[in-house]
């Protein structure tokens, strides 16, 4: 019986070995020691290979939300914060129209959509006190009924590092999800581009630790060289320990800086190989000081006191020039 329907009374006690780091021979990066030489080279751009750390800059929320706070005009918002980035994660028609060619950052695209936040109603015709009417009910999971939405030609014209593609573990569109995934890493493989998993949560999905582990897991086995995913407080170093391959977290809705920055300590410390954060930046009152206090936190092992003194002395250092 799988462990997620097993009663904790009947389950036997799980041994995650947090204590003992995976060993990847030969390559700096966890998991990824037997992949072939274009590969390796390609995610070296993507984690820093003196850490094994990211600061990924997420600004693909438009391919779903459209103009999003903070990306309404991607030129001037983004761009100030390209220098201090490890990794671009957006979509291909951002990357185009704004991005320009001499920039050395890595490239994450998005490479799955389809969908967007203006949700459809479910419908079905029923009866009530005798008379025949029609039922509704809005937002039926439709942001999880995504598609590939890159082929592998255009990743190469585009000299994308990693694909990123969103998984809907537990949602009404599970298997299509899945396999965009594993299309993609069948195509991907061949030409030595990576794969992130994206773990995405619908609104019927528990953000918990036993959760993400299932989810994280399964994106691995089935080819994912990275997997993104969502801190927990409770049980972390539990998902990231029983991942196979690098596992980057997510920074979610807007939090006060302190927060962010002691989200993103504690996942570094508990197994993360690094941060693809947006809103948390380019939301900030201050991106660029933001953005160099989690790259502090994250490649400089500050804590996120550290961090927060460093966005603060930043912020009023550009309030004075």
Known sequence: MADITTSAADRKEKEYFTDVPQTSPGFFLKGSHQYDWGLKNRLSKVF????????????DHGYFQGPTTGLERVDQTILPLEPYADCLMLTRGIQ??????????????RASGGTSMVSP??????????????????????????????????????????????VFIGSAYERQTLKN?????????????GVMGVVAVGRAMARNSQYFRLATRIMAELGANVVKCYYTE?????????????????????????????????AIQQGANGVDMGRNIFQSDAPISMMK???GVVHEN????????????????????
């Open 181 to 193: 995934l594993t299309d993609l890493v069948d195509g991907a493989s061949r030409y030595g581009i």
């Open 121 to 166: 109603m479910e419908e079905w015709e029923g009866e009530f006190e005798g008379k025949k009417v029609r039922f509704g009910r809005p937002g039926f999971e439709p942001l999880s009924n995504e598609s590939t939405a890159l082929s592998i030609e255009e990743a190469i014209r585009l000299n994308a590092s990693i694909l990123a593609v969103q």
């Open 48 to 59: 820093n290979p003196k850490d094994g750390r990211t600061v990924m800059l997420a600004f």
């Open 302 to 321: 500050l804590t996120p006191e550290q961090g927060f003194q460093m966005y603060q002395d930043l912020k009023a250092d550009a309030a004075q020039a």
């Open 293 to 295: 206090a989690v790259r």
């Open 234 to 266: 409770e049980g972390f170093e539990s998902i990231t320990s029983c991942c196979p391959v690098p596992i980057v977290i997510a920074g979610g809705k807007k939090l006060p800086e302190l927060e962010a920055l002691q989200m993103c300590y504690h």
């Open 96 to 109: 185009r129209s704004i991005v320009p060619a001499s920039t050395q950052k890595a490239i994450a695209l």
